[in-house]
């Protein structure tokens, strides 16, 4: 049996109105549209329509919105050196105490030095811009 159909409709590539209609489509040269409705164009406004107006106010609400800051904050280069100086002293003071290496015995006030530094780096990190 020899195949009947063309190889432009066999590309996948067909453009509209060019080969078979696809199946549950509407068949070539049909008119879809009612009869007297002009064709569509590609615009979505008239040409000459309404120009679009300069920024409105909003409706004013109960809510307050702060305004839009015109700089970006910037953190000075003190605020990271003692965030991460205070988490890592911290870290290092909590495991020195676990493994005996501070002077005495492992002591809870080692361990509570080493938590108050970390609290600090975490504190001095949401300060960070």
Request: positive net charge.
């Amino acid at each position: 049996m020899a195949n009947k159909r063309s190889d432009s409709s066999s590309s996948g590539s067909a453009k509209p109105g060019s080969g078979p209609a696809k199946a549950g489509g509407p068949a070539p040269n049909k008119r879809v549209t009612p009869k007297g409705t002009p064709p569509a164009t590609k615009r979505t406004t008239p040409k000459g329509g309404p120009t679009p107006s300069k920024r409105t106010t909003p409706k004013e609400t109960g809510r307050y919105t702060p305004p839009i800051p015109k700089t970006q904050k910037v953190s000075p280069i003190w605020v990271p050196i003692l965030m991460f100086t205070c988490l890592l002293v911290g870290m290092v003071m909590i495991i020195s105490n676990y493994v005996s290496l501070l002077p005495g015995s492992p002591t809870n006030g080692w361990l509570l030095g080493g938590l108050g530094l970390i609290t600090v780096g975490f504190i001095t990190a949401t300060k960070y811009h």
